[in-house]
């Protein structure tokens, strides 16, 4: 993962038309992936410590392939955000013509 990858994904993580949660998934599996790039040659942090505990217990991040079924819905889920905008849109422009 490289910040070019993480830029690339910034228009999804900062839109306020996708859900919190999709969100939070994509920034745990990638942007923290790309910040701490090289992070064993840094100083242990308590992040670290409770990362290494994590994995400890088999909790690791996800893999490539979830990466891109979770970019996939979260495409999904803003089309759907726009479709149903839309049809409220369209729903109050008859209502006030009424």
Known sequence: MNWGKFKSLL?????????LKPRGKLYSA????????DIETWAPTVCDKE??????????????????????????????????RAKRKNKTKLLQKM
């Open 51 to 84: 990362r290494e505990q994590l994995n400890a217990l088999g909790i690791t991040p996800p893999e490539p392939d979830e990466l891109d079924v979770l970019l996939e819905e979260i495409i999904e889920s803003e089309k759907l955000a726009d479709e149903n």
């Open 11 to 19: 228009p999804i993580l900062l839109s306020k038309h996708v859900l």
């Open 30 to 37: 990638v942007a923290r992936s790309a910040m701490l790039h």
